[in-house]
T-cell receptor
Framework: NAGVTQTPKFQVLKTGQSMTLQCAQDMNHNSMYWYRQDPGMGLRLIYYSASEGTTDKGEVPNGYNVSRLNKREFSLRLESAAPSQTSVYFC??????????????FGDGTRLSIL | SQQGEEDPQALSIQEGENATMNCSYKTSINNLQWYRQNSGRGLVHLILIRSNEREKHSGRLRVTLDTSKKSSSLLITASRAADTASYFCATDEETSGSRLTFGEGTQLTVNP
C-alpha cells in the first residue's frame, strides 16, 4: 500500500534547466495537490487538480506548470529553473470534495536545489 | 498569505509532560485539520474538527475549536520522544473550494 509516491527524491539543477516532478497515488483519490515548503513559511499551494481533467492555480503558481495525466498521476514542471525555486516539493491527494475538504495524504517530498 | 498561525513556533518538553499548541485563523471555515511532519517526511493527517464541533479526541490527542475567537488548540497528553515532530494546522475556508491553507507549524521536541 504505497499511498502517494513522488519521484525523484532529490535533484540538483542548474539555473535555466527544466525538469518534471512526478507524483502518483494508488488510493483512487479524485483531488491532487502540489505544495512547496520553505523554512519558516509552512506549505504553500502551487497548483491543484480538484478532479481528473481540471487544474487550478494555487498561491504561488508562477514558474510552474502541471499536468493531470490521469486519475492517478499529477506532474509538476519547472520550465526554466531559478534559484528561488530551491525548496522541498510535496504532492498530496484527497477524496472528492463534497461539503468540505477531506484529509490530504502526502508523499515524502522531492528536495530540489537550483544552483 | 497564511491563514493559520501556530503558537508557539517551538516547544521543548520532557517525556510524560503534556504539550499544547495553538492555531489562529482569520476567516470562516468549514473545518480545521491538524497534521504532523516528522523530519524528512511528508505530512500525516492527525485529526479533523468541523466548524460545528467544539472538542474532539483521538487517542492521546485532544483538539478544541473556538469559532468565536477563530482559534484551535492541539493537546498531546503524556508525550513521548516519538512525538517529536512539527505540527501544522490547516484551515478549510468556506470560500476556498478544494484548497486547504496551512500554517507555519510548531516544532515540538520531547526530551527523553
Amino acid at each position: 500500500n504505497a499511498g502517494v509516491t513522488q519521484t525523484p527524491k532529490f535533484q540538483v539543477l542548474k539555473t535555466g534547466q527544466s525538469m518534471t516532478l512526478q507524483c502518483a497515488q494508488d488510493m483512487n483519490h479524485n483531488s491532487m495537490y502540489w505544495y512547496r515548503q520553505d523554512p519558516g513559511m509552512g506549505l504553500r499551494l502551487i497548483y491543484y487538480s480538484a478532479s481528473e481533467g481540471t487544474t487550478d492555480k494555487g498561491e504561488v503558481p508562477n514558474g510552474y506548470n502541471v499536468s493531470r495525466l490521469n486519475k492517478r498521476e499529477f506532474s509538476l514542471r519547472l520550465e526554466s529553473a531559478a534559484p528561488s525555486q530551491t525548496s522541498v516539493y510535496f504532492c498530496a491527494s484527497s477524496e472528492r470534495v463534497i461539503l468540505y475538504n477531506q484529509p490530504q495524504h502526502f508523499g515524502d517530498g522531492t528536495r530540489l536545489s537550483i544552483l | 498569505s497564511q491563514q493559520g498561525e501556530e503558537d508557539p513556533q517551538a516547544l521543548s518538553i520532557q517525556e510524560g509532560e503534556n504539550a499544547t499548541m495553538n492555531c489562529s485563523y482569520k476567516t470562516s471555515i468549514n473545518n480545521l485539520q491538524w497534521y504532523r511532519q516528522n523530519s524528512g517526511r511528508g505530512l500525516v493527517h492527525l485529526i479533523l474538527i468541523r466548524s460545528n464541533e467544539r472538542e474532539k479526541h483521538s487517542g492521546r490527542l485532544r483538539v478544541t475549536l473556538d469559532t468565536s475567537k477563530k482559534s484551535s488548540s492541539l493537546l498531546i497528553t503524556a508525550s513521548r520522544a516519538a512525538d517529536t515532530a512539527s505540527y501544522f494546522c490547516a484551515t478549510d475556508e468556506e470560500t476556498s473550494g478544494s484548497r486547504l491553507t496551512f500554517g507555519e507549524g510548531t516544532q515540538l521536541t520531547v526530551n527523553p
